[in-house]
């Protein structure tokens, strides 16, 4: 996976944006948010609905506007700026979304195009470059037809092919996989990284599922009521959340730990202790569980588990039956506590664990 640059292109700085509510009431959609995007980077942010995230992102490209504190896009700040100065700023800024938003009376070829016209470009130089995006984006074969005839995923990518259209060094996606099928999100998240990757442009991706964020971001910011309450690299937000919504968000995209349910049927149909093993690249790995098993002369069972890829590393746990001498057990609980976490759930006839074992993460 590609690291970012180290420069920063987008910065939030104590934003605020307040909207006017009911009976006079003020929403803070978002409330005093610092952060910083580095250039070339793909940044998650995920929150559930109304936590603030499809407004932060407007305020990038300015279709909100900042109600205090300040945003500044590639050395711009924003604030206060006119609308014929924010239109420099906005050519360099791509954006797709959940509903695809294309013209349903032009072709896939004109809806790419479109950027393209209000810029001025040339009538040759927009097919040359329409030809060379769809191209890129996989749909060459779609250029004369028009929206209707098109799948869902089809549609996303003309989404992203015209976003791309005056060649923008950010690209903002809000919510761009929430309407597509699990294959066909796996395609289009495939494509992003394929821009950031290849193209080299900066991507903020605006979600509420984590397996987004768990496929393709490089770093994260969690929002809840307008906050951001957990930032950091993605993996180590996986791997280690501070917060109750980060760990709900973890949960929905890893089913590697089992229930209390499943923990009470493992103790019944298998007679040796039951453990839980964390497996990660930094602190131990599938093989490093066997190794130490084995040097302690103890038997392990995989009964249940999954690892699984964040931010192209492996993550999971696997959950163990062993069998051996009582004192070999202890042995090699210990040694395997010394690396990673080690969750203990006892046996039948003497079960460990709180009631909520089988969720902590």
């Avoid at 995007?37 to 559930?48: C, H, L, P, S």
């Avoid at 098109?150 to 976003?163: D, E, N, P, Y």
């Avoid at 984590?210 to 490089?218: K, Q, T, Y």
């Avoid at 990673?340 to 039948?348: E, I, K, Q, W």
């Amino acid at each position: 996976m590609p690291t970012a640059t180290g420069e920063t292109i987008i910065s939030f700085r104590e934003a605020a944006k307040v909207f006017d509510g009911r009976k006079g009431a003020e929403v803070r959609a978002v409330d005093g948010v610092t952060l910083d995007v580095r250039a070339g980077e793909i940044f998650g942010v995920i929150g559930y609905s109304g936590a603030g995230k499809s407004t932060l992102v407007r305020l990038v490209n300015a279709l909100e506007r900042t109600t205090s504190g300040a945003v500044v896009v590639d050395g711009t700040d924003l604030t206060g700026l006119s609308e014929a100065r924010l239109r420099p700023v906005r050519a360099g800024i791509g954006m797709i979304f959940q509903q695809f938003n294309l013209l349903s009376s032009r072709t896939v070829a004109g809806n790419v195009a479109y950027p393209l016209e209000v810029a001025g470009w040339s009538a040759a130089r927009r097919r040359e470059r329409v030809r060379e995006l769809l191209d890129f984006v996989g749909i060459a074969d779609k250029a004369d037809v028009y929206p209707a005839k098109l799948s869902g995923g089809q549609k996303q990518r003309v989404g992203i092919a015209r976003a791309l259209a005056t060649n923008p060094k950010i690209l903002l996606a809000d919510e761009a996989t929430s309407a597509l099928d699990p294959e066909t999100t796996h395609d289009v998240l495939a494509l992003l990284q394929r821009v950031n990757r290849e193209l080299g442009i900066t991507v903020v991706v605006i979600t509420h599922e984590m397996d987004v964020v768990r496929s393709i971001c490089h770093r994260v910011a969690v929002m809840e009521h307008g906050k951001v309450v957990e930032l950091g690299d993605a993996y180590q937000v996986f791997s280690a959340p501070t917060q109750e919504v980060t760990r709900r968000f973890v949960s929905t995209a890893l089913k590697d730990r089992p229930s209390v349910a499943v923990i009470e049927r493992l103790r019944t149909r298998h007679a040796g202790r039951i453990v839980t093993v964390g497996v990660d690249d930094v602190t131990g790995s599938s093989a490093h569980v066997t190794h130490v098993l084995r040097e302690h002369g103890v038997d392990g069972t995989i009964v249940y588990g999954g690892i699984t890829e964040v931010a192209e590393r492996p993550y999971g746990s696997l959950t163990v039956e062993l069998v051996g001498p009582d004192d070999a057990v202890r042995a090699a609980l210990a040694g395997l506590r010394s690396v990673t976490d080690v969750v203990d759930h006892g046996t039948a006839r003497d079960p460990l664990g709180a009631p909520d074992e089988g969720n902590d993460r």
